[in-house]
């Protein structure tokens, strides 16, 4: 080959840089793919809400019919847009989502606000969920997959079917009945003592999440209150997912120490104690990181019955409030956004899924 042609003619790119070439655009294209699938999703959770709530008639009749006189009804119902086609108020209620507004309550609330002013409170029992769930849930699937088909392994999963077979109402009763009632170490309700709860108010800035605006504050008083009345809601919220990363880590480690790789480590004579520890446990844990955006979901779910049983005033609280009151206005536009909540946190745990796992982008 002369100079002249090896200049005309550049050398085949090697194996490695088409794999590589080819996993970046796999990658990207499975990213794009699930964020165009947000939208429908949206879009369907939406619509859904939207008919369940007018199929009880219009909300001004339902929260208001007994309290106003017919001619005052028809005008609040008219003034509303109630009175025109379906088609048109759902094309105007796709058009208010479109650019941010979930609509107002009865009493003239944005349920944006609504959202910004209690969401603070519902994330901060979410994370107090996920943290007791991984706290609880992992190690023990570790344990119970360690001492497979003994008596240990039976009593996990007997505990963890407990876990996720309970309502989320009868653990915090059980919990509050136990710790509070019988042991008086912890709380029974609320977020932090009347005292507490007004000067963290009261703090410039507030987040409206306790745990940061009392370690803002630098009171160790204030912190421990604090912690000590997020334990029994984020243990009744928390044991429900506890239970499905408990099942889901036990099979993966099972799983995991039948592969190939395993076997040989056995044969050098690793413990089977360090298998489970150092080798088994990484592979097992991706799975847990794909369920989580499902677990938000069950989580949002349970923080309404969680939050009512501790009087925990967040979204979920809120939301059984406009319930009683039946203002479906309010219900429909909190239950909307904590729709697109859910299905912009699914596409992001699906994305670090993906960069973890690059099995998950075919």
């Known amino acids: 080959m002369t100079a002249?042609?090896?200049?005309?003619?550049?050398?085949?790119?090697?194996?490695?840089?088409?794999?590589?070439?080819?996993?970046?655009?796999?990658?990207?294209?499975?990213?794009?793919?699930?964020?165009?699938?947000?939208?429908?999703?949206?879009?369907?959770?939406?619509?859904?809400?939207?008919v369940l709530m007018r199929a009880t008639g219009d909300p001004i009749t339902a929260a208001l019919g007994g309290q106003l006189t017919p001619t005052q009804l028809?005008?609040?119902?008219?003034?509303?847009?109630?009175?025109?086609?379906l088609a048109v108020q759902y094309l105007e209620y796709l058009g208010r989502i479109a650019?941010?507004?979930?609509?107002?309550?009865?009493?003239?609330?944005?349920?944006?606000?609504?959202?910004l002013r209690y969401g603070g409170a519902t994330l901060e029992l979410a994370v107090y969920a996920l943290l007791v769930a991984f706290a609880v849930g992992i190690p023990l699937g570790m344990i119970a997959a360690a001492v497979r088909d003994r008596w240990g392994d039976a009593v996990l999963r007997v505990f963890a079917i407990l876990c996720y077979a309970t309502p989320v109402f009868f653990?915090?009763?059980?919990?509050?009945?136990?710790?509070?009632?019988?042991?008086g170490v912890l709380p029974t309700s609320g977020r932090a003592s009347p005292r507490v709860e007004i000067a963290l108010n009261r703090i410039d800035g507030a987040t409206g999440v306790y745990t940061i605006d009392a370690i803002r504050t630098g009171n160790p008083a204030y912190i421990a209150d604090v912690l000590s009345h997020a334990v029994?809601?984020?243990?009744?919220?928390?044991?429900?997912?506890?239970?499905?990363?408990?099942?889901?880590?036990?099979?993966?480690?099972?799983?995991?120490?039948?592969?190939?790789?395993?076997?040989?480590?056995?044969?050098?004579?690793?413990r089977e104690t360090r298998l489970v520890?150092?080798?088994?446990?990484?592979?097992?844990?991706?799975?847990?990181?794909?369920?989580?955006?499902?677990?938000?979901?069950?989580?949002?779910?349970?923080?309404?019955?969680?939050?009512?049983?501790?009087?925990?005033?967040?979204?979920?609280?809120?939301?059984?409030?406009?319930?009683?009151?039946?203002?479906?206005?309010?219900?429909q536009g909190i239950v909307a956004l904590l729709a697109v909540i859910v299905a912009v946190s699914n596409f992001v745990v699906d994305i670090i899924a993906a960069f973890i796992d690059p099995r998950v982008r075919y």
């Open 232 to 270: 029994l809601p984020g243990l009744a919220l928390g044991l429900l997912t506890a239970g499905v990363f408990l099942r889901l880590v036990r099979t993966n480690v099972i799983g995991t120490l039948s592969m190939p790789y395993i076997d040989a480590a056995r044969s050098r004579g690793i």
């Open 277 to 331: 520890a150092t080798h088994a446990y990484r592979p097992a844990l991706i799975p847990i990181i794909t369920v989580i955006g499902l677990q938000i979901a069950m989580l949002l779910g349970g923080a309404v019955l969680t939050e009512t049983t501790f009087e925990w005033t967040g979204l979920g609280f809120q939301l059984s409030e406009f319930l009683k009151a039946r203002d479906f206005v309010a219900v």
């Open 74 to 85: 028809a005008e609040r119902i008219e003034a509303a847009g109630y009175d025109r086609p």
């Open 99 to 115: 650019v941010g507004d979930f609509g107002t309550t009865l009493d003239n609330q944005r349920v944006v606000d609504v959202l």
């Open 4 to 50: 002249d042609t090896a200049l005309v003619d550049p050398p085949a790119p090697t194996a490695s840089l088409v794999r590589r070439a080819r996993g970046g655009s796999t990658l990207w294209r499975y990213v794009l793919i699930r964020f165009l699938l947000i939208f429908p999703t949206v879009l369907i959770l939406v619509t859904t809400v939207f």
């Open 171 to 183: 653990a915090g009763i059980v919990l509050k009945l136990v710790f509070s009632v019988w042991l």
